[in-house]
C-alpha cells in the first residue's frame, strides 16, 4: 500500500518538524534536521523527482548539515538563554502560522484540474538540445538566465563570507579542523574520495540524459574534499589564491561566454546552434560541477582564520 | 477521484503546506538564531514540497512531473543553501566579536563613529 | 480558471539585446575582479561603471526612437517556457536613474579608497566594489526582468549583494545589522517563493504578461499575491517592518548607505507595483491599494518624528528613508486609474515614479555628503557639527539641496513629485492622504532644517576637519543632489515616457 508508506512519511517528515521546533537543545534539533532532509529526499522520490531528490539528499541534509553542526559546535561555549518570546506572542504566532498553513493547504487543494503544465512544451522542445533529460534541459537552456544568476548568487554568498573575516586573515586560508579527529572520519577520508569522485562523475554524466546533472555531482565532490579536509588530510586553499578563483568562476565564466557566443553562433543570448547544442550544454556542465563544488565547499570552511602567508 | 485526492502531489502538498507553519513559527518565535536558520531550512524546504506537488500534478507528454518546476525547485534549494552558509557565517562572526548568539541589542542602538 | 491558450508571445525588438548587456555587463565584472585579483578590482569597476551608463544610455535612446518598449526572449524560447526581459518607460527611467546613481557612488568611493593608499587593495574596499556590481546586476534584472521565479533569483542576487555591504566594516553593531537585514530579506524571499509556487500550480506560467491576461481569479491567487507582497514588504521595510533598516542603513559605510537606501530598497517597491498593476485583477488591486496607502502613511509620519529624534546624522538620514519610501505606496489608491483613465495615465503615477527618481538622488546625495563629514570631523553627532558648512561648503549645499527635494520645496524633483501626488489626493477625495503628504513635509523640513541650521551656526571655536578633504570626494554628492533638483525644473512634457510601452498607452496625459 503505497498510500499508507506515504502517510508514514508525511507523519515523520511533520514529527521530525515539530520535534526541531520544540526541542530545547540545539544539536539534537540539527540532528534531526539532517534525518528530514534525507527523509525528505525519500520523499521526492514518491513526487517522482530523482532530481531533486538527490539535490535535496545531498545539499538540504548532508552540506547543510555539516555546515550547521559545524556552526553550533562554535557556538557552544556561549549558550545563553536568550530573550524568549512571551507566551501571550507565542499564542498569537501559533495562530498567525496555522491561518497561513491552512490557507496555503486550500490554495493546494484548489490547483485547477488537469493541473497546467508546461511538460508538453519542454517535451516538444527537447530534441533541439540533444538531451534527455527534460531538468536540464529547463535548467541550461530554456531559463538558463535563472541557472547562470543563481551561479553568481553563489559567488556572492562566498564573497559574503569571506568579506566577514578580520582585515588582516583576509586572502588567508579558512580553517575546518576539529580539535580531534575521529578515528572512523580519518578511515572514510583515506577511503571514501575515490569512490565519491566516481560517483559525482558518473552523476554529471549521466545528467544529461538521466536524472542527475552538474548540481548533484557537485555536491558530492564537494562533500568529498570537505571529508579530506575535516580529517585533515588536506588543508583548506588560502581564499586569495589565483588557482581557487579560478576554479570558482570557471563554470560561470564558461556559461557567460557560450552565452555571449550564442549572439554570433545561434541569433541570441543563451542560445545553442542545434548541431552542437548538447556538446556545448555538456561542457558548460563539466566546468559547472567543479565550480560548485569548489563553491560549496568554501562555503561550508567559512571564512579565512590564519593569515596569509607571504 | 478519490486516488487523485490522496495521491502523492496532493499529500506532500499538504505537507509541505504544514512544513512552511512550523517553519514561520520557528523563524518567528525562537529566540537562538542558529534554530531560526534551521527555521528557514523547514520553511523552504515546506516550500519545495508545494513546487514539488504542482510539478507531480503536471506529468504529461511521457514525463512523470512538470520538468519547469522540478528545475526551479534545485534552483531553491541552491540559493537557500547560500542562504544559510551566509547567516551562519554572519552568525559566527557576530558571537567572536561579542559572544552573543542572539540579537538582543535594541534596534535603535546607535553606530559608533569612530572605530 | 482555464490553462492558458497559445498566448501572443514576446516579440524581440532590435534593442533587446540592450537588456541582456544590462544585466551581464557587470556580472563580467565581479568574474573579472575574482579572476584579476584586489589590484585590478577597482579599474575594472571604473571601466564597467563607464560602459554600463553607455548601455543606459543607449537603451533610453532605443526606447525614444522607436516608442515602444524593449523586449527579448533570451535564448530565443518563448514564454512561458522560456524567458523574456523587457523594458517599457518606467523600466527604463528606473535603470537610466541606477546607472547615473552607481556611477556617481562608484566616483565618490574610488576617491575615497584613494585616501588610505595602504587599505586600497584590502579587504573592504574590494569586496566593496565587488558587491556593487553584483547590486547593479541584481537592480537591472529586477527592472527589466518578465518571469517571476527570475525576479526571485534577481531578488535574491540583491539580498546576497546587499547584506555585507552593511558589515563592511566589521565592527559588531553592524554584523548584527546585517544579520537581521538578511533575516528579514529571507524571510521576504521565502513568502515571495511561496507565491510564485502557487501561481504556477494554477496557471502553468510565471511571466507577467501571460499572466496578466489569465484574467486570474480564486482563492489560490489571493493567497498568492497577499503572501508575495508581504514578502516584498519586509524587504521594502515599510512601516512595521521597517525595524532592521535604521540600523543596517546608519552602520554600513557611506557609499554602502548610498547604494542600500537609494537603489536596494526600491527594487521591492518596484516588483510590488508590477504585481499590483500588472498580475492582480482590479479589484484585489484596489484592496491591497488602499492596505499600502495605509502603512505608507503610517510610515510617513513614524519614521519622520523618530528622524526628527534621532541625534546622529547618519541615523536621521536612514529613518528619513524609511518615511521617503511611504510616499511611494501612497500612490496606490490615487494612482487607481478608471475605466477611461489606466493607473500609468494618471498624474500619480507621474508624481509616485518622480518621488522614486528624486528620492533616490537626494538620498544618495544625503549619504555621500554625510560620508564626507564623519570623515572629516570622525564623527556624525549632529549637535557637536556647529558650523560645519564653513569647512565643507560643498557637501553643506550638497545636503541643503538634497533636503529641498525630500521637503518637496520648488524647485526640486521632490516638489514637482509631492505636488502631483497631493493634487490627485485632492481631486480624488482622499483629504487624509493630502493631510499626511502636508504633514511629512512639514517634518521632513523640520529634519532637514536642525542639520542645515548646524551648517550655517558660528559656534566660538570654529569646527575644523581633522584631515584634509579633496574637493572631488564632495563632488559627487553635489552632482546628485543638482540632479535631484534640475529633476523639478524638466518640463513635464517628457514624461509621456513614463507611459511608453504600457498596453493601449493613451496620449501623454500631463497635468
Known amino acids: 500500500m503505497t498510500l499508507l508508506l506515504d502517510l508514514a512519511l508525511v507523519a515523520w517528515l511533520l514529527a521530525l518538524a515539530l520535534h526541531i521546533a520544540r526541542v530545547r537543545d540545539d544539536r539534537n534539533a540539527i540532528v534531526a534536521f539532517i534525518g528530514f532532509g534525507l527523509l525528505l529526499g525519500l520523499g521526492w522520490t514518491r513526487l517522482a523527482s530523482l532530481d531533486v531528490a538527490l539535490t535535496e539528499a545531498a545539499i538540504g541534509g548532508g552540506v547543510t548539515g555539516v555546515l550547521l553542526l559545524r556552526a553550533e559546535a562554535h557556538l557552544r561555549p556561549g549558550k545563553a538563554s536568550g530573550a524568549s518570546v512571551s507566551h501571550g506572542g507565542k499564542t498569537l504566532a501559533a495562530i498567525a502560522c496555522a491561518m497561513v498553513a491552512a490557507g496555503l493547504a486550500l490554495a493546494v487543494l484548489a490547483f485547477p484540474s488537469p493541473a497546467p503544465t508546461l511538460a508538453p512544451a519542454a517535451a516538444t522542445a527537447l530534441p533541439s538540445t540533444g538531451l534527455g533529460n527534460p531538468v536540464t534541459a529547463v535548467l541550461l537552456a530554456y531559463r538558463a538566465l535563472d541557472t547562470l544568476l543563481e551561479k553568481v548568487v553563489l559567488i556572492l554568498a562566498l564573497i559574503g563570507v569571506w568579506s566577514l573575516a578580520p582585515d588582516h586573515l583576509w586572502g588567508g586560508a579558512p580553517s575546518l579542523r576539529p580539535d580531534v579527529v575521529p578515528e572512523p572520519l580519518a578511515y572514510l577520508a583515506q577511503t571514501l574520495p575515490p569512490f565519491g569522485v566516481l560517483i559525482a562523475v558518473y552523476m554529471f554524466w549521466v545528467g544529461a540524459d538521466a536524472p542527475g546533472g552538474t548540481f548533484q555531482g557537485g555536491t558530492v565532490l564537494a562533500a568529498m574534499w570537505l571529508l579530506v579536509m575535516l580529517a585533515r588530510l588536506r588543508p583548506a586553499p588560502e581564499t586569495r589564491r589565483r588557482s581557487v578563483r579560478l576554479v570558482l568562476i570557471g563554470g560561470p565564466t564558461l556559461f557567460l561566454a557560450i552565452g555571449f557566443l550564442g549572439f554570433a553562433m545561434a541569433g541570441g543570448f543563451l542560445a545553442y546552434p542545434e548541431s552542437i547544442a548538447k556538446p556545448l550544454i555538456v561542457g558548460i556542465e563539466a566546468a559547472l560541477t567543479l565550480s560548485i563544488a569548489a563553491t560549496l565547499g568554501l562555503l561550508v570552511a567559512g571564512p579565512a582564520q590564519t593569515a596569509p602567508g607571504r | ?115 | 480558471m482555464t490553462p492558458l491558450a497559445a498566448a501572443p508571445a514576446h516579440v524581440a525588438t532590435p534593442g533587446g539585446f540592450l537588456l541582456v548587456l544590462a544585466v551581464m555587463l557587470p556580472v563580467v565584472a565581479v568574474l573579472a575582479m575574482l579572476a584579476l585579483g584586489p589590484r585590478q578590482t577597482a579599474r575594472i569597476a571604473l571601466t564597467t561603471l563607464a560602459t554600463g551608463l553607455g548601455v543606459a544610455i543607449a537603451i533610453v535612446v532605443e526606447l525614444l526612437r522607436t516608442g515602444a518598449a524593449l523586449t527579448y526572449v533570451v535564448g530565443g524560447w518563448q514564454p512561458p517556457l522560456g524567458l523574456a526581459l523587457r523594458a517599457d518607460g518606467l523600466s527604463v527611467a528606473m535603470l537610466a536613474m541606477t546607472a547615473l546613481v552607481v556611477a556617481a557612488i562608484g566616483f565618490f568611493a574610488h576617491a575615497q579608497h584613494g585616501l588610505e593608499p595602504t587599505t586600497r587593495h584590502g579587504r573592504a574596499p574590494t569586496t566593496f566594489w565587488i558587491l556593487l556590481m553584483a547590486v547593479w546586476s541584481a537592480l537591472n534584472a529586477i527592472f527589466v526582468g518578465e518571469d517571476l521565479f527570475n525576479l526571485y533569483v534577481a531578488l535574491e542576487l540583491l539580498t546576497f549583494a546587499a547584506v555585507p555591504l552593511v558589515c563592511l566594516d566589521g565592527r559588531a553593531e553592524t554584523v548584527a545589522a546585517a544579520l537581521r537585514y538578511l533575516m528579514f530579506a529571507l524571510l521576504g524571499s521565502l513568502l515571495y517563493l511561496l507565491g510564485t509556487a502557487l501561481l504556477y500550480g494554477s496557471f502553468g506560467t510565471l511571466d507577467i504578461g501571460l499572466l496578466s491576461e489569465a484574467s486570474a481569479e480564486g482563492p489560490g491567487f489571493s493567497v498568492a499575491l497577499a503572501l508575495m507582497i508581504a514578502g516584498l514588504l519586509a524587504k521594502a521595510a515599510l512601516f512595521p517592518l521597517h525595524l532592521w533598516l535604521p540600523p543596517a542603513h546608519a552602520g554600513a559605510p557611506a557609499a554602502a548607505s548610498a547604494v542600500l537606501s537609494a537603489l536596494v530598497i526600491k527594487a521591492p517597491f518596484f516588483l510590488i507595483l508590477r504585481l499590483i498593476l500588472d498580475v492582480a485583477p482590479p479589484q484585489a488591486a484596489a484592496y491591497a491599494g488602499q492596505v499600502l496607502a495605509i502603512l505608507g502613511a503610517a510610515s510617513i509620519l513614524f519614521c519622520s518624528v523618530m528622524a526628527l529624534k534621532q541625534a546622529r546624522l547618519k541615523l536621521m538620514i536612514a529613518y528619513s528613508t524609511v518615511a521617503q519610501i511611504g510616499y511611494l505606496f501612497i500612490v496606490f489608491p490615487l494612482a487607481a486609474g478608471s475605466e477611461t483613465l489606466p493607473p500609468w495615465g494618471t498624474i500619480a503615477w507621474t508624481g509616485g515614479a518622480l518621488q522614486l527618481v528624486s528620492h533616490a538622488l537626494a538620498k544618495a546625495a544625503m549619504f555621500l555628503a554625510a560620508g564626507v563629514i564623519a570623515e572629516a570631523f570622525g564623527h556624525d553627532r549632529i549637535s557637536d557639527l556647529g558650523g560645519f558648512g564653513r569647512a565643507l561648503p560643498i557637501s553643506a549645499a550638497a545636503f541643503g539641496l538634497a533636503g529641498l527635494s525630500l521637503m518637496g520645496i520648488p524647485p526640486s524633483g521632490g516638489f514637482v513629485a509631492k505636488c502631483l501626488l497631493l493634487t490627485a489626493a485632492v481631486i480624488g477625495g482622499h483629504p487624509w492622504l493630502a493631510a499626511t503628504i502636508l504633514a511629512g513635509g512639514l517634518l521632513a523640513g523640520g529634519y532637514v532644517f536642525r542639520v542645515v541650521d548646524r551648517a550655517l551656526a558660528t559656534p566660538a571655536i570654529p569646527l575644523a576637519p581633522r584631515k584634509p578633504i579633496p574637493r572631488r570626494l564632495e563632488l559627487a554628492a553635489l552632482v546628485l543632489a543638482l540632479a535631484a533638483v534640475l529633476l523639478g525644473l524638466v518640463p513635464l512634457q517628457p514624461f509621456g515616457f513614463l507611459q511608453l510601452g504600457r498596453p493601449d498607452s493613451l496620449t501623454v496625459i500631463a497635468p
Do not use: K, Y
Request: proline residues 6%; hydrophobic residues 55%.
Open chain 2, 1 to 115: 477521484m478519490t486516488a487523485a485526492w490522496l495521491g502523492p502531489a496532493t499529500l506532500f502538498g499538504l505537507c509541505g503546506a504544514a512544513l512552511v507553519g512550523i517553519g514561520l513559527f520557528v523563524v518567528i518565535t525562537h529566540p537562538g538564531l542558529l534554530r531560526r536558520i534551521v527555521g528557514f531550512n523547514l520553511l523552504g524546504a515546506g516550500i519545495f514540497l508545494v513546487f514539488g506537488a504542482v510539478a507531480r500534478r503536471g506529468a504529461g507528454a511521457g514525463f512523470e512531473g512538470d520538468p519547469v518546476p522540478q528545475a526551479m525547485v534545485i534552483t531553491g534549494i541552491v540559493v537557500a543553501f547560500s542562504a544559510t552558509a551566509l547567516a551562519v557565517a554572519l552568525l559566527q562572526r557576530l558571537f567572536d566579536l561579542t559572544g552573543r548568539e542572539t540579537l538582543e541589542a535594541q534596534p535603535e542602538h546607535l553606530p559608533r563613529s569612530e572605530p
